[in-house]
């Protein structure tokens, strides 16, 4: 007992602390819009046992082929929904991020405590995204081709037969899998940089050998044919750029726009940009071609679409990590932070307690968040609770608008009985229709020829917008609802 106790030193109890703290960030009301529709998806899918190929959830795109791109999660998401209510997903979100956390952190470099900081920095730069929804996955397997390869260069281990199982798996899982290709692209331009530049650029970081790169393109080749094991088989080879080609994607939905910097909850992207380029101007080192090849492509990637956040910061941080180490070097922090710690029974007594200490804080932390009070109380401030309930409650004939915002909600609360004019399926909306709502949404000339041709009698909308505006100034809308989050109007007569 002696001897397990004067192993858990400072450095060992930083480490613990840290990884309890991420967990616990990480554990929030799971109230993403599009979570509702992907949980929807995958209880149809369930109690059909078969999966969806075609859309039921809308009007306007009813019958239409859709490639259920994140089938194999929206099963696993509606079963732990329908098992564990919103605590497992909340869990499910912070067991990812902890997940990935944990794979960054073994490509890092330096002390547990210069790694606890610059990991917090990223890690904080990737918080936009934790929501339950699919392409959590997605975040965590692109750490975990980091580390593939990490220890293919940086240790000399070849794991590189792991990455085509795993993108059999991340293809029937989310599309994002292109996420993993960025990183092998990176990494073989960027060590073809370094046997280039070996000689000009001598330097003292490891480099792959010729033979060593053709293998990771062999295993890229692999992966990309392993991606036809799903049951979409050659669809999933062009399905992400078919999505991003979407015009309304960039126009009008936050997460493919690029990044607007005045929020708070962006800036931490530009902290983590300019402390790696500040640490490696400043750390005497050179920058390894991986390195810049990895941290160039995904800023340009972050720069263009906020959703490519996260995976910058996942590439990055291991980076920031080893020039802030050299720094560390230069001023002579790093020898002292070396120095052997203390080791002893009672020293390792006190660290387990103060572990506890901080465990007991965090299981404080977590409990509102998994209580399912606070779930409703979250989405009732957010989304059309009341005015579904209104609509289910006095069944309004005829088709329903919605904002886009909204559609995933209503369809899991409304389906069968009413289909959504639109929700966060971009590639079964296409420009088309996403033109179409947009038309009626800011209630642009000719939205009133839209809803006609879609047969709407039915309009649920935010209470001060352009659309309630004008639908109560056009004369045959009548309001039958209103709350502070949403309005609902009915064509004609209607129920009050």
């Known amino acids: 007992m002696k001897r397990v106790l004067a192993w858990f030193t400072v450095q060992r109890l930083v480490t613990a602390i840290l990884f309890v703290a991420i967990f616990a960030m990480a554990v929030r009301e799971p109230v993403d819009t599009d979570t509702w529709w992907h949980l929807l998806a995958g209880r149809v899918s369930v109690e059909r046992g078969e999966i969806l190929r075609s859309d039921l959830f809308s009007h306007t795109r009813y019958g239409a082929p859709w490639t259920a791109y994140a089938w194999l999660s929206e099963v696993l998401l509606f079963t732990i929904f329908d098992r564990f209510s919103y605590a497992g997903l909340a869990l499910w979100i912070a067991a990812m991020v902890a997940g990935t956390a944990a794979f960054v952190y073994k490509q890092m470099e330096g002390d547990p405590f210069s790694r606890a900081f610059v990991l917090v920095l990223g890690m904080t730069a990737t918080a936009l995204t934790w ?60 060590e073809v940089l370094n046997r280039l530049l070996a000689r000009a650029l001598p330097g003292s970081d490891p480099t792959v050998s010729w033979r060593g790169i053709g293998w990771v393109v062999l295993v890229g080749m692999v992966c990309a044919l392993a991606l036809l094991i799903n049951p979409n088989t050659t669809q999933m080879w062009t399905y992400y750029l078919e999505t991003v080609r979407i015009g309304a994607l ?25 402390a790696t380029v ?26 263009l679409a906020v959703r490519n956040i996260a995976p910058f910061a996942l590439v990055a941080t291991p980076v920031l990590s080893r020039h802030v180490t050299a720094v560390m070097e230069r001023v002579g922090w790093a020898a002292r932070l070396r120095r052997p710690p203390r080791s002893s029974a009672g020293m390792g007594a006190l660290n387990l307690a103060l572990l506890g200490l901080v465990a007991v804080a965090a299981l404080a932390v977590i409990q509102p968040p998994l209580r399912a009070e606070a779930n409703e109380a979250a989405a009732r401030e957010a989304l059309p609770v009341d005015a579904a309930g209104w609509i289910l409650e006095h069944r309004p004939a005829g088709e329903l608008f919605n904002p886009y915002n909204w559609g995933g909600y209503l369809a899991w609360r409304l389906w069968p009985e009413y289909g959504v004019f639109v929700d966060g399926r971009t590639d079964l909306y296409g420009d088309e229709v996403l033109g179409e709502y947009v038309t009626v949404q800011l209630a642009r000339p000719g939205f009133e020829d839209v809803l006609e041709g879609y047969s709407v009698n039915l309009v649920l909308t935010y209470p001060d917008d352009a659309l309630s505006a004008q639908l109560r100034c056009v004369g045959g809308w009548r309001e039958v609802y209103r709350d502070e989050v949403a309005v609902v109007f009915v064509r004609g007569a209607g129920d009050g």
């Open 278 to 303: 500040g640490a490696m101007g400043l750390s005497g080192r050179r920058v390894d071609g991986t390195d810049l090849a990895l941290v160039a492509l995904f800023t340009y990637a972050a720069l």
């Open 250 to 274: 960039q126009d009008f939905i936050q997460e493919w726009q690029s990044p607007d910097f005045h929020p708070l909850f962006t800036q931490p992207f530009i902290w983590l940009l300019l």
């Open 131 to 190: 929501t339950a929804r699919p392409h959590m996955t997605s975040f965590f397997f692109t750490a975990v081709v980091g580390y593939v390869l990490y220890l293919f260069k940086w240790r000399g281990i070849n794991r590189l037969w792991v990455l085509p199982p795993l993108f059999v798996v991340w293809v029937n899982l989310h599309a994002g899998y292109t996420l993993g290709f960025m990183v092998m692209v990176a990494f073989v331009g960027g």
